[in-house]
């Protein structure tokens, strides 16, 4: 899947394929690791599949972020342009993900509302670093 039109529901579902398969078996020992966007993949795996029985997840020692960002609060910064993405993601009726948002906003990619709203809103679905999150909201 691509960043813009994927989510980080599928990211999570589609590491846990990965770690299923026969081939990763053999491995008794698995770190995974996460840069930037993947941060929010692997705390999205955590919430979904890790500890679960018929996960591999025992099989995980370490997690290691690197580099996790807030891409709400690296993105609203106030400009006319993303607070125009934002509207558009966010009016009513709520646009669904077969409209494509594509000015090249997200470093060229062509982006769907419910990602920008996963990313854009506060505690969005990948909203997990933003700095004015308190604790109960982080936990959740």
């Not at 989510?7 to 770690?19: F, P």
């Not at 993303?82 to 594509?102: F, H, M, R, V």
């Amino acid at each position: 899947t691509g960043f813009g039109i994927s989510n980080i529901e599928t990211d999570a579902k589609e590491l846990n394929s990965l770690l299923h398969h026969p081939t990763m078996s053999k491995f008794t020992s698995i770190t995974l690791v996460g840069h930037s966007t993947g941060c929010q993949v692997l705390l999205q795996f955590i919430k979904q599949y890790f500890g679960i029985t018929t996960s591999p997840s025992y099989r995980i020692k370490k997690f290691i972020l690197q580099a996790p960002v807030s891409d709400r609060q690296a993105f609203l910064d106030g400009t006319l342009e993303t607070n125009k993405i934002l509207e558009w993601a966010t009016s009513e009726p709520l646009p669904d993900d077969s409209q494509i948002y594509g000015n090249g906003l997200f470093c060229g990619a062509a982006i769907t509302a419910s990602r920008i709203r996963s990313l854009l809103t506060p505690m969005g679905s990948e909203d997990f670093f933003s700095t004015d999150l308190n604790i109960d909201q982080v936990c959740k």
